[in-house]
């Protein structure tokens, strides 16, 4: 038990937890819809998810800083517009390039949002909540009314969603989902292992100690909402293949998505404590609560908004519970390593964190 | 940590309230037409007599929309076509703000010295008050597309459409899809408190009570609130809950497409077809390769035309807005003031008719 202790600390398992609220939803569920356990539930799932869990990764490196960045939604709406439209126009051109115009085009907005907030030390609230509305107007502006069509994109496109990497037995792996995956990965090993995302943690922690100990915490800030404007971009791209036809309202509300996504996950609002990997569990336990009750014959559509808001409560409520407890584990642990005590009724006045 | 978890939840609270409250503030629309308003003033001060030219707004439900821009197309060409020497305004609100943007505009031009408003109301009747501000004001104020619910406010409702058509239409086409026998579909239509939408439906499930389309079963009807992403997931989970739906009917344009392209992705078009409401140019690549093989629509470049005869000859003082009046509206003819009968109280003007369009039309009206 010790060795475990020494071993794992609470925030690592939250992930757990999270992993074991998620099984327990789909067994409810399991019991409640014909057909639940199906390889389709899957595919239906995964599919659903890929735009949100990517969003929320970037949307988690900054709010792992202490900041926020609203204005994804408008950047996944934006990037899938213009790359729509260009590709509409240029069939041919390389799909490698497409997705790194989307990647770009999201990037230049991010860093406009980090440039204000890192160096013009403008709140990251203030600052995002401005440019949600400046980039989807700057979309209304040169969209002149006219829609991304399915018909003028490029057939790869268009047939990119169906596309499997791989299969499962029957449960089929899709590209896009798998992206999705890919993004969570990569971007866990990078906040886990470099140096770069250690130190988002110690900004989001403690900033003015961050400071202090020398750490260039502009540039890190700048760098993290080029990063979530970069992904909001990359969402931009499967969001444009997965449903053609683009309108100015692309993307609307994903922001709020992204943020409920990460706090579900574990990400703290008042940063330093969270991780991509939490972010992108959160992201599948709101899609599978939601996805699940339009499937619940039992319940009818007016209900099932309050039900989504009833069940998110309950899962981060239990989530809560569970990490409070076990904290005071380790930390009534702690105190006997510090003390050499054995617990005692003494000890329990010292277990708050 | 409680507390902060607290915190946490009260920051994301704080958000949405903000995001509420400012977007209106942040959101450029409005201010950024103000100045060519101010322009039209000086003329407007007198009162609009016969040949002094009438300032006026077309005010869609908000910005970027291609039938908005259509309708604005109509309501231009009889701008010309009558040779008003004042201005004609394209106005509305960015997306995120619709409902409070469109009262904001409504409310400005009132004091700009507008002559005439054509709005397509998006805010329910709470709309109304500055409507009814703005026809004591002296101002004309016509609606189109969505009409205000109570009629407060409003002079006349110019109706694309009889809605209960709209349901003989749905019903039509299901029949043909479906075939003979009839079969099960589900509706899959905006919000839940989409006037129009709303209306369409009921006037649909009226029309499925006679006899001969009995063979027709409404399953259900779900909202994807016309976000791509909704419409998307409602129409999957509607084949998951109904394996032995045929058919999924969108009066909708957003709905519609989404469906679609869901159906498409998921190589099911063979087993449930998709019809409704839908844009010729948005559902042309359904429509041939079978997914949606018919849907309806009406001209909204027809709907901007009329809706501006009607409010230019409000604003003159030709017509009256009262039960039974006619007019002749320029190229499309004759019409008659009557009384709504889709609602409790107020007056229409109905345009008409639908257009079918299958696998034969879709490609030149998609042009």
Known sequence: MNAIRRRFQPEQV??????????????????QIENYFSPRTFTRISTSVAVVAIVAVGQTLVILTRNIDLSVGSIVGFTAYVVGTYLAANNDLPPALAVLAAVGIGAVMGAFNGMVVAYGRVPAIIVTLGTLAIYRTLLVEISGARSVLTSALPRWLVNLPPV????????????????????????????????WGRRLYAIGSNPDAARIAGFPAQRIVFTAFVLSGALAGLAGFVFLARFGNITVVAGQGIELQSVAAAVVGGVNINGGIGSPFGAFLGALLVDII???????????????????????????????????RLRK?????????ATGQAPTEKGKGHRAV | ????????????????VLLA????????????????????EAPAEAPAAEGEGVPMVLMPKFLGILVFDQAYQGALEAHNEIGNPAQLQFLGPTPENSVAGQIEILTNATTQGVKAIMISNNAGDQIAPAAKAAREAGMTVVTWDSPIPSAEGEQVFVAQVDFDETGTVMADMARSILGEDG??????????????????????????????????????????NDQSEDSYNQALALVDKYPDMELIMAPTTVGIAAAAKAMQDEGLCDQVKVSGLGLPAEMLEFTLNGCAPEFALWSFVDLGYLAYHVAYKLATGELQGVEGETFEAGRMGSYTIEK?????????????????????????AAQ
């Open chain 2, 1 to 16: 940590m409680f507390k902060q978890s607290l915190k946490g939840l009260s920051l994301l609270l704080i958000f949405s």
């Open chain 2, 21 to 40: 409250a400012c977007a209106p503030a942040v959101a450029p629309a409005p201010q950024a037409a103000a100045p060519e308003a101010a322009a039209t």
């Open chain 2, 183 to 224: 079969g099960k579909f589900a509706v899959l239509s905006a919000s839940p408190d989409a006037a129009n939408q709303n209306a369409w439906i009921a006037a649909l499930q009226r029309v499925l009570e006679q006899p001969e389309y009995a063979n027709l079963e409404l399953l259900e009807i779900v909202y994807g």
């Open chain 1, 290 to 324: 939601d996805n699940s009750l339009i499937r619940w014959l039992a319940i009818s559509e007016f209900l099932r908004n309050a039900l989504l808001g009833l069940l998110i409560l309950l899962a981060v409520a239990t989530d809560t519970v569970i990490m409070n």
């Open chain 1, 14 to 31: 939250r992930e757990l937890v999270l992993i074991a609220l998620i099984i327990g939803i789909i067994i409810f569920f399991g019991t």
């Open chain 1, 164 to 195: 499997n990497v791989f299969s499962i037995g029957a449960i089929d792996i899709r590209l896009l989902f798998a992206v999705a995956v890919l993004v969570v990965i990569v971007f866990q090993l990078i906040v886990t292992y470099s140096a």
């Open chain 1, 329 to 337: 584990l380790w930390s009534r642990h702690e105190l006997q390593v």
């Open chain 2, 340 to 364: 709504d009968p889709t609602r409790e109280a107020g007056l229409r003007v109905l345009m008409g008719p639908f257009t079918v369009y299958d696998a034969s039309n879709v490609e030149a």
